[in-house]
T-cell receptor, first 111, second 113 residues
Framework: GENVEQHPSTLSVQEGDSAVIKCTYS??????FPWYKQELGKRPQLIID?????GEKKDQRIAVTLNKTAKHFSLHITETQPEDSAVYFC??????????FGQGTTLQVKP | SAVISQKPSRDICQRGTSLTIQCQVD?????MFWYRQQPGQSLTLIAT?????????ESGFVIDKFPISRPNLTFSTLTVSNMSPEDSSIYLC??????????FGPGTRLTVL
């Protein structure tokens, strides 16, 4: 069935370092891949997304890459700051129109 | 993005009772969804709320337990029926806007005693 695997489940980095979170999806028909950031007690917030006709997208310190052949996509955060600490979820839109979410990555940025 | 509100923001309920959660959007949207997020877990889709027709439920979720209404393009309700402690969770509505992008409501934190 439709599935999205996300790694790592937890990630701890020093402030200023980069963080990378990776996801793999199973549905080859998926064509839309959003990333959400969820701070404690808050709603998931869309931070960046990518479509299957694009290999990379960047927004300031955040970038997402997509490898359709390998069915991998990744979130890259550069120059991390303590306010980047949160749970990050990747998702893939299936051919049935629903979002399939990964298991989440808890990112801790140490000052 | 759309402004999405949910009521109540939290509630504590007794087992065997039911709770209805409301989701209101400030603009008309075609697609509305209901998710459950158990503590420390990812988001699980309960159902797609269809305007003017019955909701489409995901595997493991049934209409008798989670009846959904969608009377118009800006409003939906989710009822959690005959609650048990296992239903304690955060329930979130989301809407799809401008080609694929989904935005979430603030969530309803439910505790069942």
């Amino acid at each position: 069935g439709e599935n999205v695997e996300q790694h790592p489940s937890t990630l701890s980095v020093q402030e200023g370092d980069s963080a990378v979170i990776k996801c793999t999806y199973s549905d080859s028909a998926s064509n839309y891949f959003p990333w959400y950031k969820q701070e404690l007690g808050k709603r998931p917030q869309l931070i960046i997304d990518i479509r299957s006709n694009v290999g990379e997208k960047k927004d300031q310190r955040i970038a997402v890459t997509l490898n359709k052949t390998a069915k991998h996509f990744s979130l890259h955060i550069t120059e991390t700051q303590p306010e980047d600490s949160a749970v990050y979820f990747c998702a893939a839109k299936s051919n049935t129109g629903k979002l399939i979410f990964g298991q989440g990555t808890t990112l801790q940025v140490k000052p | 993005s759309a402004v999405i509100s949910q009521k109540p923001s939290r509630d504590i309920c007794q087992r065997g009772t039911s709770l209805t959660i409301q989701c209101q959007v400030d603009s008309q949207v075609t697609m509305m969804f209901w998710y459950r997020q158990q503590p420390g877990q990812s988001l699980t889709l309960i159902a797609t709320a269809n305007q003017g027709s019955e909701a489409t439920y995901e595997s493991g979720f049934v209409i008798d337990k989670f009846p959904i209404s969608r009377p118009n393009l800006t409003f939906s309700t989710l009822t959690v029926s005959n609650m048990s402690p296992e239903d304690s969770s955060i329930y979130l509505c989301s809407v799809e806007q401008s080609r694929d992008t989904q935005y979430f409501g603030p969530g309803t934190r439910l505790t069942v005693l």
